[in-house]
């Protein structure tokens, strides 16, 4: 109960950060105008308390068990060379690495109707502001952080080890900021480097209604888009967001839909 409660205080302790952040930012730089206790905002602050417990609990034993695996089976030697690498190195290897798992996983829960179900939960929200980026349902937060982390532990850029826990953790962090960032009501361009990370213009069309839902998976290198075709950067910004099929709006209901054994025809775009 202890590390859930420290937990939950290191959470609020970042919310008042990033809402001073950022709630100033979507005030000043305004793609559209909004509230800021706009429709939702209470559901989405149990999201947001909610994002990081269900990774913590679930993922830790078997990332752990993974890494000593793959020790077992695959020569020491390649881990040597891994671990003489800069950690500098290893940080900038385990984005782009963690990214393109993250693609993959991202474009699965599109294509894949089972994990639609609790995907659709992040693409129902009818607005974009930070505080988007941790509404989701806890399965679909599970799924994409463990695929995400699970090539880190493989590849030997993480491992159970002070420095291999530390570079997982600032991944994580890193991409999860990231995430708040390109979420945002912000009606910033970043001109040339718009090719190189990700902006909010780049994730917002990912958020739109109509057919470029599927497009733009990456989290952080829109070069991963380019190169298996999904990516969408034109100069304007889509008109509107949110998915065509209807949401409860309630937390109960939004939780356990997804689970319903034979729940209605889910349909990302009509």
Known sequence: MMPILTQWWHLAVWLVLLSVVF???????????????????????????????????IAALPLGALALAAHAVVPAGYYAV?????????????LIVGDVAFYWSHRASHAV????????????????????NTRGHPVDMVFGRLCGLIPLYLLGLAQPSTEGT??????TV??????FFIHANIRWRLGPLEWLVASPAFHHWHHTRCDHIDRNFAALIPAIDRVFGTLHMPRSWPADYGTREPHSTTLAAQLLDPLAVSPGPVSRTS
Not at 113 to 132: G, I, K, T, Y
């Open 113 to 132: 109707p089972l994990l639609w179900r609790f995907h659709a939960l992040h693409h129902s929200a009818a607005h974009m502001d930070f505080l988007v």
């Open 174 to 179: 890193i991409s999860t900021f990231w995430g």
């Open 82 to 94: 891994i671990a003489a690498l800069p950690f500098a190195g290893k940080l900038v290897l385990g």
């Open 23 to 57: 709630i100033p930012l979507e005030r000043m730089f305004a793609l559209r105008e909004a509230r800021i206790w706009r429709p939702q905002m209470r559901v989405d602050l149990v999201y947001y308390m909610l994002s990081s417990l269900p990774t913590l609990v």
């Open 166 to 171: 530390t570079l997982a953790a600032l991944v």
